[in-house]
């Protein structure tokens, strides 16, 4: 299964919203050049505040861009950037990943899927009524979660609207993305 970036969006300040940009740098072990959320250790502010050594796992945001779609036959308008995300993707299923899964993007660029990304009030701040869109139970009860997908960088590079996603899967049995 192979995607594409439809674009890319990074802001160096703390806001819900981030601007697209022409293109982003990924750092390896870091996340995207200059924003808010590259580093080490966690920098989402309620995971600061639990334990501000924890690692990141949420280097990377990536939603797929037909949520949009979905979302707008609700009567929501989405664009890229607009949910926090740095990666908008189109034609792979990145909710269906397993954890590990290698994204290979553009000419050298690597992330690994570290799981889902949980949800918060901040998605109803933008659009009222958005998050019951974007979280919800399935027929068994379960919690789905469609607001995207988490990652770390492997491998660092340039990332361009219009970059090929092509993906690994690991070996061994395959774990389903949970919240992180």
Known sequence: MSGRVTA???????????????????LAGLGVEGDVHAGVTVKHRSRVAQDPTQPNLRQVHLIHEELFAEVGEEGFKVAPGDLGENLTTRGIDLLGLPVGTLLRIGDTAVLEVTGLRN??????????????????????????????????????????????IERELPSGPHRPLDRV
């Open 119 to 164: 949800p918060c009030l901040q998605i109803d701040n933008f659009q009222d009524g958005l998050l019951k869109q974007v979280v919800g139970r399935d027929e068994a009860g379960n919690i789905v979660r469609k607001a995207g997908i988490m990652s770390i960088v492997r491998e660092g590079g340039v990332v361009r609207p219009g970059d090929p």
């Open 8 to 26: 890319v969006s990074s802001n160096g300040e703390y806001s819900f919203t981030k601007p697209n940009r022409d293109s982003i740098r990924l």
